[in-house]
């Protein structure tokens, strides 16, 4: 079966920034499991995944566009320390917060005094991504699974 809109897929992969560093990998770890066509992974893994069949396996080059976007300089900002009533933070930390687009993470990028820049972007925003993929199982999903935009299984509470 190839795999197509409305299909459950099951894939190992390793992820790679162009520099060869390995950024996440589902290898030696649970596969991951995704419903093809309700937008559960970025657009151009999933159009590469398109067509592919058990066994099938592949790298895909994919840009910031077809990922997780262009940086967008809107997104950073700098705020006062006394936002973060009195915890301790420190560059890195990441926190969920209401942002221009919605519920997203901001991340902490800088601390100077009482200054603190806090940036929207996703993590990976701007980074050309390098995917080495295979593909272990393919099925068609559910009218539940579809009806609910995503995969049925262990830990679901449908």
Known sequence: MQITDK???SIH???????GEELDSSRGEEPLLYLHGAGNIIGGLETALTGKSVGDTFTVTIPPADAYGEMAPDMVQVVSKKMFDGMDIEIGMQFHADVSHGSGVITITEINGDDVTV???HPLAGE??????E??????AT????AH???HG????H
């Open 7 to 9: 299909t459950a897929v």
């Open 13 to 19: 992969y390793t992820l790679t920034n162009p520099s």
């Open 119 to 121: 940036d929207g972007n």
């Open 128 to 133: 050309t991504l390098i995917f080495d993929v």
């Open 135 to 140: 593909v272990l199982d393919v099925r068609p």
């Open 143 to 146: 009218p539940d699974e579809w």
């Open 149 to 151: 935009g995503h995969i």
């Open 154 to 157: 262990a830990g679901c509470n």
